[in-house]
């Protein structure tokens, strides 16, 4: 029997509004929807081959092997693959990223949308793009948004077959760009499967949720209609409620570093003074500050001068996931 092979690439996202907590862990069906952006330049790019002669499925991530939790994950969804393929042999995976892991700029959205079209390619099945996000989502629930291009919406669904993410419109309707301000690499303590497990602990989670709907209409209206002032709003007002249930959950979850709050600040200043900017954060400390594309170089320079901030990368609205012929 050949080599089964295929090589995918995927970019991470932010979310605008954001995925917090699970109605269903093991399938990942979340207890609200989420919007986000994929991002360009960044990506992680996965080879996964199938051979019968291999002993075990393997993981190696920028050149290390990877055994545990994360190996465990990946057998997952190759696990699904195998069984909708009828595929019997183990694989390799070898999967390499241009940005720093474990550190909120989530990598793991973009490694499993990669291990999705990757595997399911090189195992002979052809998904659908919704079959594809609906895979990706079981590795990382996030992930299902970095299978489809652009300005990406995850419905959150009634159910296993119609949770997953559709573009809502493609990157070229709306040049924003995410300057990520690191100000830690260090990989974070609490992952985000771990803490969507916290996040029912939260007094503040049901109000969170409940108002979800509202924050994710006004959010899919900006976007559409390129409102950077209304988006900016209810950007960062779905961050700091995320934030605000991770602070309060039980154990609480604080994700910031001293150079998180002085981005958050500045930010929050510069809009004042009239700049078009907003911040958000994922469950880490480093920061995406959003802004319109002829802002961004303005607004990485002023971001490097901030006391804490290791380096600032450079994002557009990035396409879909994509196969490397
Ligand atoms: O997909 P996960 O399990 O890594 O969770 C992502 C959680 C956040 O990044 C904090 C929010 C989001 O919607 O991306």
């Given at each position: 029997m050949p080599n089964l092979t295929a090589t995918a690439i995927a970019h991470p996202n932010i979310a605008f509004i954001k995925y917090w907590g699970n109605r269903d862990d093991a399938l990942r069906l979340p207890v609200n929807g989420s919007l986000s952006m994929n991002l360009d330049n960044l990506y992680t790019r996965t080879r996964v081959t199938f051979n019968p002669d291999l002993p075990a499925d393997s993981l190696t991530i920028n050149g290390k092997a990877a055994r545990g939790p994360a190996l465990i994950r990946v057998i997952e969804i190759l696990d699904l693959v195998r069984q909708q393929a009828g595929q019997t042999g183990r694989a390799a995976v070898v999967s390499s990223n241009n940005f720093p892991i474990g550190a909120g700029i989530a990598s793991s959205a973009a490694a499993f949308a990669a291990l999705a079209l990757s595997a399911s390619t090189a195992a002979g099945l052809e998904l659908s793009e919704q079959d594809l996000s609906r895979l990706a989502r079981r590795g990382?629930?996030?992930?299902?948004?970095?299978?489809?291009?652009g300005f990406v919406e995850w419905q959150m669904g009634d159910s296993e077959a119609d949770s997953f993410a559709f573009s809502i419109?493609?990157?070229?309707?709306w040049p924003l760009v995410d300057c990520v301000a690191v100000v830690s690499q260090v990989h974070k303590v609490t992952g985000s499967s771990e803490g969507h497990g916290l996040a029912a602990s939260s007094p503040l989670q049901n109000a969170r949720v409940g108002d979800a709907p509202r924050r994710l209409n006004l959010c899919r209206q900006a976007i559409l209609t390129k409102d950077f002032a209304a988006f900016a709003e209810v950007v960062e007002l779905d961050c700091n409620m995320m934030h605000a249930v991770m602070q309060t959950s039980s154990p609480a979850l604080l994700y910031w570093q001293p150079g998180t709050l002085a981005v958050m600040q500045a930010v929050t200043a510069w809009r004042t003074a009239g700049q078009t900017v907003c911040y958000t954060i994922d469950a880490g400390p480093n920061v995406h500050v959003l802004c319109p594309a002829d802002a961004a170089q303005q607004v990485q320079s002023k971001l490097a001068e901030?006391?804490?901030?290791e380096k600032v990368l450079i994002a557009g609205v990035g396409g879909p996931a994509r196969l490397e012929i």
């Amino acid at each position: 029997m050949p080599n089964l092979t295929a090589t995918a690439i995927a970019h991470p996202n932010i979310a605008f509004i954001k995925y917090w907590g699970n109605r269903d862990d093991a399938l990942r069906l979340p207890v609200n929807g989420s919007l986000s952006m994929n991002l360009d330049n960044l990506y992680t790019r996965t080879r996964v081959t199938f051979n019968p002669d291999l002993p075990a499925d393997s993981l190696t991530i920028n050149g290390k092997a990877a055994r545990g939790p994360a190996l465990i994950r990946v057998i997952e969804i190759l696990d699904l693959v195998r069984q909708q393929a009828g595929q019997t042999g183990r694989a390799a995976v070898v999967s390499s990223n241009n940005f720093p892991i474990g550190a909120g700029i989530a990598s793991s959205a973009a490694a499993f949308a990669a291990l999705a079209l990757s595997a399911s390619t090189a195992a002979g099945l052809e998904l659908s793009e919704q079959d594809l996000s609906r895979l990706a989502r079981r590795g990382s629930g996030s992930a299902c948004r970095s299978i489809p291009g652009g300005f990406v919406e995850w419905q959150m669904g009634d159910s296993e077959a119609d949770s997953f993410a559709f573009s809502i419109a493609p990157a070229a309707h709306w040049p924003l760009v995410d300057c990520v301000a690191v100000v830690s690499q260090v990989h974070k303590v609490t992952g985000s499967s771990e803490g969507h497990g916290l996040a029912a602990s939260s007094p503040l989670q049901n109000a969170r949720v409940g108002d979800a709907p509202r924050r994710l209409n006004l959010c899919r209206q900006a976007i559409l209609t390129k409102d950077f002032a209304a988006f900016a709003e209810v950007v960062e007002l779905d961050c700091n409620m995320m934030h605000a249930v991770m602070q309060t959950s039980s154990p609480a979850l604080l994700y910031w570093q001293p150079g998180t709050l002085a981005v958050m600040q500045a930010v929050t200043a510069w809009r004042t003074a009239g700049q078009t900017v907003c911040y958000t954060i994922d469950a880490g400390p480093n920061v995406h500050v959003l802004c319109p594309a002829d802002a961004a170089q303005q607004v990485q320079s002023k971001l490097a001068e901030i006391a804490g901030v290791e380096k600032v990368l450079i994002a557009g609205v990035g396409g879909p996931a994509r196969l490397e012929i």
